[in-house]
């Protein structure tokens, strides 16, 4: 894959969305085996990030959206939910039945 962002040279998809994003993917996705507290860490590098850029997270939703409606948009045609069937229940309550939100 030689796909560029700018002027930079995406070797694969972790380097486009590492510069599509402006940071590691790692700082949102983590890493196997890191401990509590390198968690703790990364979410409050992440939380500063998002606190300077309150966009990014939408700009990051468009862009996965993108990018899912180009290379697999069969995700995208979503069905139908039925709509809840509301039953009486004992005592004046009324029971919903259906899919949850």
Avoid at 76 to 100: D, F, H, I, N, S
């Amino acid at each position: 894959m030689k796909t560029y962002l700018g002027p930079y040279r995406a070797a694969d998809t972790a380097d486009f969305l590492e510069l599509a994003l402006g940071t590691p993917v790692e700082l949102w996705l983590g890493e196997d085996g890191e401990s509590e507290q390198e968690r703790a860490a990364r979410l409050d590098a992440a939380r500063d990030i998002l606190a300077d850029d309150p966009g990014l997270a939408d700009r990051t939703l468009r862009l996965a959206v993108e990018t899912i409606g180009v290379t697999m948009p069969e995700l995208l045609r979503l069905a139908p939910t039925p709509m809840p069937v509301v039953t009486p229940a004992p005592r004046g309550r009324r029971v919903v039945k259906g899919v949850a939100a």
